[in-house]
C-alpha cells in the first residue's frame, strides 16, 4: 500500500513542479515515476525497512505551521536588520534532540535552517548546534516548540 502512496505523491510532485499537461512530459514523468517506485520496491527488500508516507493531517499540519513561522520570523529579521545593531545578539548553542527519534533528525534540523534567523550548523550525538542572530531564538528552540511538533509527526504510526 505506501507504494500507491509514493505513486500518488511522486505523480502529484512532477505535475506540480513541470507545470504542463502534454502527452510527451507526462509520459517522461510516468516512466520516471515509475523508475524511482522499482528502486524504492528494491531498497525496501534490501534494507527490510519500508519508507512509509504520513496519511493523515499530521503533516499538513506540520508544514502550516512551519509556513507561520517562516513568515513571522522573517518580519522579525527584517525589523532585527533595519532596526539598530544593538538588538543583534549573534549566538551559537548546541540544542539537545534526544526526545526526537533518530530518522526525524534531519527534518529538525531543516526546519531550524528554514526558519530566518536560524541556521543549524552540526548535527551530532543526539544535539544540533545553532547558529542565531538573536538568543532568544535558540531559547524559543530550546522550550521544545518546534521539537515536539516534530515528535507528534514522526510518531511511528504505520
Known amino acids: 500500500m505506501h507504494i500507491v502512496k509514493w505513486a500518488a505523491l511522486l505523480t ?14 507526462l509520459s517522461f514523468g510516468a516512466v520516471s515515476i515509475a523508475v524511482v517506485l522499482v528502486v524504492l520496491k528494491r531498497m525496501d527488500a534490501v534494507d527490510q525497512e519500508p519508507k512509509h508516507v504520513s496519511s493523515g493531517f499530521q503533516m499538513f499540519r506540520y508544514l502550516a505551521w512551519l509556513a507561520g513561522q517562516v513568515v513571522s520570523s ?11 545593531p544593538d538588538k543583534l545578539s549573534p549566538s551559537l548553542a548546541k540544542v539537545s534532540i534526544k526526545n526526537v527519534t533518530p530518522k526525524a533528525h534531519v527534518l529538525y534540523a531543516n526546519s531550524i535552517t528554514l526558519t530566518p534567523g536560524t ?40
Open 119 to 158: 541556521l543549524s550548523v552540526d548535527l551530532k550525538d543526539g544535539e544540533v548546534t545553532v547558529h542565531a542572530l538573536e538568543k532568544a531564538s535558540i531559547d524559543q528552540l530550546e522550550q521544545g516548540d518546534m521539537e515536539r511538533k516534530i515528535i507528534s509527526l514522526w510518531s511511528d504510526k504505520k
Open 12 to 25: 502529484v510532485f512532477w505535475v506540480l513542479l513541470s507545470g504542463y499537461i502534454q502527452p510527451l512530459l
Open 74 to 84: 522573517s518580519i522579525h529579521v527584517t525589523k532585527l536588520i533595519w532596526g539598530s
